[in-house]
Nanobody, 125 residues
Framework: QVQLVESGGGLVQAGGSLRLSCAAS????????MGWFRQAPGNEREFVAA????????DYSDSVKGRFTISRDNANNTVYLQMNSLKPEDTAVYYC??????????????????WGQGTQVTVSA
């Protein structure tokens, strides 16, 4: 079972940037397909970005495409979400998720088996 710990959230002004990190541990953590999701109060958990084990497959939601970048450092078992040009509507708890070794990317929450505790991102206008 993979363990996931998110960090890097905080309060930022609109137009600013944050980089979220997801530290993963487990036997095959470096081979897991990883995703970022977010959830605001009263809303469903929604897809943000995903990356397969090698980084050859990337996927972004339309709302963040061109502003956010997902990447990974398999040597350190860490996945990143670089968030630029942040908007107030980006405010949410951001969750890191792991699907499984060598799986393709997915936009569905039900495709992922393990989740981190979440990190709060707040963007002020």
């Amino acid at each position: 079972q993979v363990q996931l710990v998110e960090s890097g959230g905080g309060l930022v002004q609109a137009g600013g940037s944050l980089r979220l990190s997801c530290a993963a541990s487990g036997r095959t953590a470096s081979r897991y397909t990883m995703g970022w999701f977010r959830q605001a109060p009263g809303n469903e958990r929604e897809f943000v970005a995903a990356i397969n084990w090698s980084g050859s497959m990337l996927d972004y939601s339309d709302s963040v495409k061109g502003r956010f970048t997902i990447s990974r450092d398999n040597a350190n078992n860490t996945v990143y979400l670089q968030m630029n040009s942040l908007k107030p509507e980006d405010t949410a708890v951001y969750y890191c998720a792991a699907r499984g070794a060598y799986f393709t990317t997915s936009r569905y929450t039900t495709s992922y088996n393990d989740w981190g505790q979440g990190t709060q991102v707040t963007v002020s206008a």
